[in-house]
């Protein structure tokens, strides 16, 4: 062998050498605080096996005709509405129709409550029925639910305020709803007249992360459980779709996603933006931080979060009545989004952002624009500040 | 289909097995090189080999690698790959009567699949009958598939995701050629069954042709009766280059059963162009195809399955080094980049009027080394950037492959 063939092939060993040896040719990890998949901090290594099946099922499981999809549907898996178990885009919005006051809906002989959109080829979706009022939600983000779920009945209750006895405006009160039969009442659990605590859901008409597992599958992709086994689109009961096993990983999957986690907090535009959200009492609906209490996963429990949520219903006025509503609460009545996330939507809603229950709001500003009744007044105060002020308090909400 | 593989394992070791087969004895049947070849001579192109008076001659590939590869700062680790074992058996029935089949074994055993396996009657040189499992002619890939002849471990994204490579199906055509000076023209038109419904209605939550290779029952039954028909003109010009242009499509949705209407027939079109060349004064080869796929799909369905797809890739390879190295008398040594881009979904939301995102971009740089034209050992690196529907931030994924592919 010649000494050109000697170097050449040296060379191109070294070469080859140098790649695989180089990390900066492959991609890095995202910062933690940048991305709102990933477990919560103390997961067992049992429990992060679940997290994992849990996750396979909620992001790569796709429903198709052969497996259960259908025949009227929203979407084909979970993922779809929560790209990176973010908030959801427009074009995965879903509709709920049929009850206006709270004696319950009146459309559910005609497919209430939810609008299955799409079908299968040969098969006609759901319309909405004339006269049925309506309401659009744009999928929530997913994480921190677990966290929500572990915070006591007893603490909502402590935060609420029926009948404004405080006299400050502000009247958070739960929704209170029939569970069914499957849900585990959580320990310390409120009961009045047979009816429980909502918390999950634009309307808080949802009890606990069981129940909104079961009924996704079943009303967003037309997936029966034994759980949920009444077909969506012909309201026979039918056989399982889906394994209860799948759907406990996935509620697991659920209870364990971490909570996002804040950037620059240490930020002093952050800072400011953080007293000026107290000052003008954007937090008395909001609640900044909440305590969760005795949960049967260790890592959920005895923790302090700030999902700046009080969970409670709250009249938001009449811009935001759609005339549609769920369990108790009124058509102008909705349930405290979770701040926690909102300055990671654009990474889950392509670059833009879709506020509020329906996504009608494409700006942080916008959305407060659309803000009345109980949160009238902070309203005010914030279309009162000062440029400058507005955009801290836009650059706390940013960093959350 | 096991079964069939198995069978024809057997009968192949017994052939072989009862005894050490004398080298003198085996003759390699003399490919023609004296004329053009289009990308449709790819699958007669082959080295194959013959036994004694055996009426076979037997051929094949192979292909194995090592890769590591990561996605989003995540890596499943350092993976040894077997992707394919393919084996060739031809036969010429008479002159103008020849038979060739491929056997194809992918990662293990997990899939084998008939890729070829079809009797060519030649009736004259502009016409000739093939019949039996046929690679359907869409762009170059589908036709030009053979591990060996790539420098990249990985095959193109657009020929083997968007379009359905390697895409097989029972059926019956005709094809012919026509040489002319420095030119040859060729052509190949075939009816056979076709794709079904999952190609809308699939694990990958999006519009799949690839889907339809899962049917089991495809090359027992069409799943609608109506034939896919697909067609390929190519010219070739000895100092220019190849040219081809494609077309596939036909009815994929079972609309009716029993007589039955159950929906409206619903089309799949793919049409695609593909070229080739090497220039003569560097003697770079240079490689792309590019194709579109259009569908009827039900307006029950939201944008998540796109309606119409477009992708392709670019091969560019440069010979560096071409001396003998360890004794290997044509041993070349290449450098090359394969660049490629796949859009699953074109289309604006509904809802938003934006448009939809969901495509991917790839560059893989790679050196090769060829100790003959019939085996190369290949080193790629690979970079994707992958957005989803939306338009989120991409995925990335990143790594390197070693491997080798080689006929034997």
Known sequence: ???????????????????????????????????????????????????????????????????????????????????????????????????????????????????????????????????????????????????????????????????????????????????????????????????????????????????????????????????????????????????????????????????????????????AGKQIFTTISCGKCHTPQLQTGPSSIAALANKTIFPYTDLLLHDMGQALNDGYTEGSAMTAEWRTPPLWGLGLSRNSQGGKVFLLHDGRAKSIEEAISFHGGEALQSKNKFQQLNAADKAKLIQFLESL | MKNIAILFLLTLSISKGSAQIDPVLLRKPVNDTSRLLLNMDAVYNRPLLAAGKLPVSLGGYVEANYQYLNENGVSEGHQFQMRRLTLFVASSISKRLKFLSEIEFEDGTKEINIEFASIDFELAPLLNFRGGVVMNPIGSFNQNHDGPKWEFVDRPISATQMLPATWSNVGFGVYGKKYSKDWVYGYELYLTNGFDESIISNGQNKTYLPAAKENPDRFEESFNGVPLLTAKFALRNNKIGEIGVSYMGGVYNKFQDDGLILDKKRNVNVYALDFNTTLSRTKTFINGEWAWVSLDVPNTYSEQFGSAQQGGFLDIVQPVFSRPVFGFEKSVFNVAVRLEYVDWNKGKFLSTGDNIADHIYSIVPAISWRPTPQTVFRFNYRYNWQTDLLGNPPSRLAGFQFGFSTYF
């Not at chain 1, 009227?72 to 995965?92: E, L, M, Q, R, Y």
């Open chain 1, 1 to 271: 062998m010649g000494q050109r063939q000697i170097i050449l092939i040296s060379f191109l060993f070294l070469l080859v050498a140098a790649m695989v040896s180089c990390n900066k040719l492959l991609p890095g990890v995202p910062a933690d605080d940048s991305v709102l998949d990933g477990p919560v901090e103390g997961l067992t290594g049992e429990q992060n096996q679940i997290f994992l099946r849990g996750d396979i099922a909620f992001n790569d499981d796709i429903f198709t005709s052969a497996n259960g999809l259908g025949p009227t549907f929203v979407a084909t898996s979970c993922g779809t509405c929560h790209a990176g178990d973010g908030k959801g885009h427009p074009f995965t919005t879903l509709t709920r129709f049929g009850q206006s006051d709270t004696l319950g809906n009146k459309f559910l002989h005609l497919g209430g409550p939810q609008l299955q959109s799409r079908a299968l080829p040969g098969i006609q979706p759901e319309t909405i029925p004339t006269g049925a009022t309506f309401s659009s939600f744009t999928p929530p983000a997913n994480t921190g639910l677990g966290l929500l779920e572990a915070v006591p009945d007893a603490v909502l209750m402590g935060l609420s305020d029926e009948l404004d006895a405080d006299g400050d405006g502000i009247s958070g009160r739960p929704n209170w709803i029939h569970i069914p039969a499957y849900c585990l009442s959580r320990p310390g659990t409120i009961e009045r007249n047979g009816k429980y605590i909502g918390r999950f859901g634009k309307k808080a008409a949802v009890y606990d992360l069981h129940q909104q597992t079961a009924n996704a599958y079943n009303q967003d992709m037309g997936v029966n459980s034994s759980y949920e086994s009444y077909n969506t689109y012909n309201g026979l009961q039918i056989d399982p779709e889906i394994s209860n096993q799948k759907v406990l990983d996935v509620i697991f999957y659920l209870q364990t996603l971490k909570a996002p986690i804040q950037r620059d907090q240490n930020n002093a535009d952050v800072v």
